[in-house]
């Protein structure tokens, strides 16, 4: 049995909502590597990249992951873009159970409406409307989710609990 679980997944997977959950079932800690690039930035992830770019939010990001995939007893999720970087994937997988979260498209998109302005990937500027830039996205990121996981689970249908029993199961 593996020392953590990682969800990663695109924004709108339900990798917080979901793993907030799990780490209560199991007795574990919850790391959302979001909120812990904000802590360490001391600004918010939208503040956080119209100031200093992508670039110093996925340093940021990779850092405090490195830094918790060396615990145990540890729910962690991850941000969408995660697994852009091959050396967090690595460190994900070397002591973690790694949890895709997958939805179709359109739940993606519904979801991520309900809080505008917290993804800039999918709002500041960007030249397309929101589900075509998830259709996009997700070509491009769709494979490196797929190799970097070691199971997957559809979240469009099914309830937070229920979802959190399937986890459970594949530990
Ligand atoms: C990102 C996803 C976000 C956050 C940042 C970049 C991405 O996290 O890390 O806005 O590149 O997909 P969530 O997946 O928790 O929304």
């Given amino acids: 049995m593996l020392d953590n679980i990682a969800l ?14 799990l780490a209560q079932r199991l007795g574990w800690r919850f790391q959302d590597t979001d909120a812990l690039v904000e802590r360490v930035a001391g600004c918010s992830i ?24 060396l615990g145990e007893r540890q729910v962690i999720a991850t941000g969408g873009g995660a697994i852009l970087r091959e050396e967090n994937v690595a460190a994900l997988r070397t002591r973690s159970l790694v949890v895709y ?26 030249p397309e409307p929101p589900l075509a830039r998830i259709l996009s996205l997700l ?33």
């Fill in 8 to 21: 990663i997944g695109f924004m709108g997977s339900g990798k917080s909502t979901v793993g907030r959950l």
């Fill in 46 to 69: 939208p503040t956080l990249f119209a100031r200093d770019g992508e670039a110093a939010f996925r340093d940021k990001e990779t850092s405090v992951l490195l830094g918790i995939t």
């Fill in 101 to 126: 979260l997958t939805a179709q498209p359109e739940v993606l998109a519904e979801r991520v409406s309900r809080r505008p302005g917290e993804r800039p990937l999918l709002t500041s500027g960007q």
């Fill in 139 to 171: 070509a491009e990121r769709g494979p490196l989710y797929q190799s970097a996981a070691h199971c997957i689970v559809d979240t469009s249908s099914r309830p937070p609990a229920a979802l959190v029993d399937e986890i459970i199961r594949q530990h």
